[in-house]
């Protein structure tokens, strides 16, 4: 018996990669598993292993930037297994990298739409239901290293990513009374098919962008991910940090340094602002409660 037992878990872009991952440590768990995930046939193969280790699963073939399958998918979650304790936030993309004079608006509309409001219409759709049976859960948000350190030639899906920290981390404060506990995956490169996100680009994705399903991929990045950590570390990963109650859960140890010169490099522009003589009258005060 362990928090995750008889629990239901809610996986987007549960078929393969890093969402898989998280399902098979969480059904291993004891948890029932609901995946929801655009491919049809990895969803069903992801659905066969499942069952194959006794976990309990359903799936739901369904698109994350539409709100109606999300109402889809947490129907069929409570159809199946009654409540809902945990969404986990997993579909992503990532489009071709590329300098940002060449920037491709459908690209930029694809990627905010899977990686940002899908996870906004995800966090919508599962969190009233989470808060209505009232025994607490969880909202785990998978994000980037991009989220931590701007990505350069990635400005969209870095964009993406930062977003889902910031929402992890208003919501984090938001959701504690209700004790549902936010958490946001922060991995570096994992062995994944992110590099072939344009398998499943929506057509209404590719009308302007000259790129056909087949032949889009993320180039350069191909490389970085195939010699990525195993994508299995990852979802055990995430259970010994959700039980640990983290927020920011990270995969990659020694990416540290890139997140401290960040942040000492904000500290250092804080302490030049506070030598400007332009802003000396500034009062040491001012601001919202919620960041003092
Ligand atoms: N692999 C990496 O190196 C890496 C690093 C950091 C973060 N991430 C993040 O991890 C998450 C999972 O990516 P992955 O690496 O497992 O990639 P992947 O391409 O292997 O898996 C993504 C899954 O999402 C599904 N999906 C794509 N678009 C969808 C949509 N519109 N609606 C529903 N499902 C959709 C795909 O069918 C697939 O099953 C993403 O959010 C990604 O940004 C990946």
């Known amino acids: 018996m362990t928090i995750f037992t008889d629990k239901t878990a809610v996986i987007s872009g549960g078929a393969e990669g890093i969402g898989l991952s998280i399902a098979t440590a969480?059904?291993?768990?004891?948890?029932?598993?609901?995946?929801?995930?655009?491919?049809?046939?990895?969803?069903?193969?992801?659905?066969?292993?499942?069952?194959?280790?006794?976990?309990?699963?359903?799936?739901?073939?369904?698109?994350?930037?539409?709100p109606?399958?999300?109402?889809?998918?947490?129907?069929?979650?409570?159809?199946?297994?009654?409540?809902?304790?945990?969404?986990?936030?997993?579909?992503?993309?990532?489009?071709?990298?590329?300098?940002?004079?060449?920037?491709?608006?459908?690209?930029?509309?694809?990627?905010?739409d899977v990686n940002l409001m899908g996870v906004v219409m995800g966090a919508a759709a599962m969190?009233?239901?989470?808060?209505?049976?009232?025994?607490?859960?969880?909202?785990?948000?998978?994000?980037?290293?991009?989220?931590?350190?701007?990505?350069?030639?990635?400005?969209?899906?870095?964009?993406t990513k930062v977003a889902v920290v910031g929402m992890s981390e208003s919501w984090q404060a938001e959701l504690a009374p209700y004790n549902i506990q936010v958490s946001?995956?922060?991995?570096?490169f994992v062995q994944t098919r992110i590099h072939l996100s344009g398998r499943n680009r929506q057509a209404e994705y590719r009308e302007d962008s000259g790129t056909?399903?087949?032949?889009?991929?993320?180039?350069?990045?191909?490389?970085?991910?195939?010699?990525?950590?195993?994508?299995?570390?990852?979802?055990n990963r995430v259970v010994e940090a959700i039980e640990a109650g983290e927020l920011y859960i990270f995969t990659h140890p020694s990416y540290r340094k890139y997140v401290d010169m960040r942040c000492n490099a904000i500290s250092e522009a804080f302490s030049r602002a506070a030598q400007?003589?332009?802003?000396?009258d500034v009062p040491d005060d001012l601001g919202p409660a919620s960041f003092k």
Request: charged residues 20%.
């Open 26 to 66: 969480l059904g291993k768990q004891g948890m029932n598993i609901v995946l929801g995930d655009i491919a049809a046939d990895t969803l069903e193969a992801a659905k066969n292993t499942l069952q194959g280790m006794g976990v309990s699963v359903a799936t739901v073939v369904m698109d994350v930037t539409k």
């Open 68 to 112: 109606d399958d999300w109402e889809r998918l947490a129907d069929a979650a409570e159809e199946s297994f009654g409540k809902i304790h945990m969404l986990v936030n997993n579909a992503g993309v990532a489009s071709k990298p590329g300098p940002v004079e060449e920037t491709n608006l459908e690209d930029w509309r694809w990627v905010i």
């Open 127 to 159: 969190v009233a239901r989470i808060k209505t049976h009232g025994e607490g859960g969880w909202l785990i948000n998978v994000a980037s290293m991009a989220g931590m350190s701007g990505v350069p030639y990635a400005g969209s899906y870095t964009a």
């Open 184 to 188: 946001v995956l922060c991995p570096a």
């Open 212 to 235: 056909s399903k087949d032949d889009y991929d993320a180039g350069p990045t191909a490389d970085l991910v195939e010699n990525g950590i195993d994508v299995n570390i990852v979802g």
């Open 276 to 280: 400007s003589p332009l802003l000396k």
